[in-house]
Nanobody
Framework: QVQLVESGGGLVQAGGSLRLSCVAS????????TGWYRQAPGKQRELVAA???????NYGDPVKGRFTISRDNAKSTVFLQMNDLKPEDTGVYYC?????WGQGTQVTVSS
C-alpha cells in the first residue's frame, strides 16, 4: 500500500509563490511517474504537471512558464514550485504516484 503525504499549500496573494511537496512511502518511488492534479470548486480535476520516472516533465497549458515540477528519488518526494500565482490557480492540489493519490492540499490565491 502506497501512502502519499502532501504539504506546502496555503493562502498567498496574486503574484506570490508556493512550493508543494509530496512524500511517498510503501513503494519504490523511482519506478513510477508522478505529478500533480488540481480541482477548483465546480470544475473537473485537471493536470497541473507530471514527471516521468526518467525525469521528463510535462505541464498543463495554464501553468507553463510559471510552475516547475521536480523529483528527488532518494527522498521519495515530488515537488511543485509555483511562481507568479493567479487567483485561477486556486484549488485543491493532489499528488499522484503510479495509480495512488494523496488526500490533497488547499491552495488559495487572493487577488
Amino acid at each position: 500500500q502506497v501512502q502519499l503525504v502532501e504539504s506546502g499549500g496555503g493562502l498567498v496573494q496574486a503574484g506570490g509563490s508556493l512550493r508543494l511537496s509530496c512524500v511517498a512511502s510503501g513503494s519504490t518511488f523511482s519506478d513510477y511517474a508522478t505529478g500533480w492534479y488540481r480541482q477548483a470548486p465546480g470544475k473537473q480535476r485537471e493536470l497541473v504537471a507530471a514527471i516521468t520516472k526518467g525525469g521528463i516533465p510535462n505541464y498543463g497549458d495554464p501553468v507553463k512558464g510559471r510552475f516547475t515540477i521536480s523529483r528527488d528519488n532518494a527522498k521519495s518526494t515530488v515537488f511543485l514550485q509555483m511562481n507568479d500565482l493567479k487567483p485561477e490557480d486556486t484549488g485543491v492540489y493532489y499528488c499522484w504516484v503510479g495509480s495512488y493519490w494523496g488526500q490533497g492540499t488547499q491552495v488559495t490565491v487572493s487577488s
